[in-house]
């Protein structure tokens, strides 16, 4: 196959658009489970989370959390969505 005969790409890729914090995924990696909630906080919370309404600390996510103790981290990650919501999330150019 030459050089000619290579289709284009059907999507054209634009260059990285920062986004700000961090996936919620890798927050959750660094702890080990179960974990009380006041022990997230304290080690994680002061760290960003990426949200559709944009870039929260996880702190302040807690305090909208009911839940005192989560056996797994997706038990954990399915109570901060619950507050955050999912979709999109912005970029640092929107």
């Known amino acids: 196959m030459s050089d000619e ?6 999507v054209e890729l634009g260059d990285r658009t920062p986004v700000e914090g961090a996936p919620l995924a890798r927050v959750t990696s660094r ?3 179960p974990k009380e909630k006041s022990e997230i906080d304290r080690l994680e919370g002061d760290s960003v ?3 559709p309404e944009g870039p929260q ?3 302040t996510v807690l305090e909208a959390i009911d839940e005192t103790y989560f ?5 954990f990650e ?4 619950a507050v ?11």
């Open 57 to 59: 600390e996880l702190s």
């Open 78 to 81: 399915t109570h901060v969505r």
């Open 71 to 75: 056996q797994r981290h997706q038990e």
């Open 5 to 10: 005969d290579e289709e284009e790409p059907a």
């Open 49 to 51: 989370i990426r949200t």
């Open 84 to 94: 955050v919501g999912t979709g999109p999330v912005p970029t640092a150019d929107e």
């Open 31 to 33: 702890l080990t489970w």
